[in-house]
Each structure stands twice: as structure tokens, then as C-alpha cells.
């Protein structure tokens, strides 16, 4: 192989090597409630988990706030799955293993 053709080989692997992290490492959410949370998990802040949504933030611990003073807090690991519900008023939080 020429030492030419190893250069676009060698950067294309450091650039998947550097997307691997930010494709690992994630809980996916359902949020089953009216409120709208900005949420700080692992090394991530000002995650959107809106009302009535699903989506997925950073794996570790996490905290959010809603308008109003609501808040949620926890820790997910890779691959499991946070359920919003609300319960008395308040938000109540599920996390469970993601099937």
C-alpha cells in the first residue's frame, strides 16, 4: 500500500475513534407529563426533555428543572430507559432497563 493511500485510511479512523463516545453512552427518555425539563447528565447540560416527548440524554447522573420548580433527578447507565410520570402533582421518576 502507498504511504499516500494510508493517510485518508489513518484520519478516517481517528475520526470514527472520536465519534464512538458521542454515539455511546446514552438513556433514552419518555417524558409523560405537561412539564418541559432542561436536564444536566454526565458531562452534558441544557438537554431538552419536553412535555409529552421522547428522546434520549447522556448516561450518568442526572438533574432537571421545569418551570415552576418542578425537578427530576437520578442516574442512568448506557442503554436504559427513564420514565416520566406524574404522581401527587409531581414528577416521578422510573428507570428502568432498556428492552
Same mark, same amino acid.
Given at each position: 500500500m502507498k504511504?499516500?493511500? +494510508?493517510?485518508p485510511i489513518a484520519a478516517a479512523l481517528f475520526l470514527a475513534a472520536g465519534a464512538l463516545?458521542? +454515539?455511546a453512552g446514552e438513556c433514552s427518555v419518555h417524558n409523560d407529563t405537561d412539564w418541559d425539563f432542561k436536564v444536566e447528565s454526565g458531562n452534558?447540560?441544557?438537554q431538552s426533555v419536553d412535555a409529552h416527548s421522547e428522546t434520549s440524554i447522556e448516561s450518568g447522573h442526572f438533574k432537571g428543572k421545569a418551570e415552576g420548580g418542578k425537578s427530576i433527578s437520578g442516574s442512568c447507565k448506557d442503554g436504559e430507559h427513564i420514565e416520566i410520570t406524574e404522581k401527587d402533582g409531581d414528577p416521578d421518576v422510573d428507570v428502568r432497563d432498556g428492552d
Open positions: 504511504k499516500r493511500s +494510508l493517510v463516545p458521542a +454515539l452534558t447540560s441544557n
